[in-house]
């Protein structure tokens, strides 16, 4: 069941662009929302990593230069 509604989700967020933009507009609309929705993962796992560890809240001694 669930490998069916992930390949029915797969061809439907494949071929909706197909079906209303021209094959390069679609081709770049799935391009950059990969490129956006990555990027966002990242920073989105990267705060969570930190707050996770305490590193956010809490930097750490720090070294001046004398």
Known sequence: M???LLAVHLTA????PF???SPWQ???FLGVH???FGFY???VLTHLDG???GAAAD???TSVAA
Not at 13 to 16: E, M, P
Request: proline share 8%.
């Open 2 to 4: 669930e490998a069916s």
């Open 13 to 16: 967020f494949v071929g909706a």
């Open 19 to 21: 079906l209303v933009l």
């Open 26 to 28: 679609a081709l770049a």
């Open 34 to 36: 990969q490129a956006v």
């Open 41 to 43: 993962i990242r920073q």
């Open 51 to 53: 707050v996770a560890t």
């Open 59 to 61: 930097p750490g001694p």
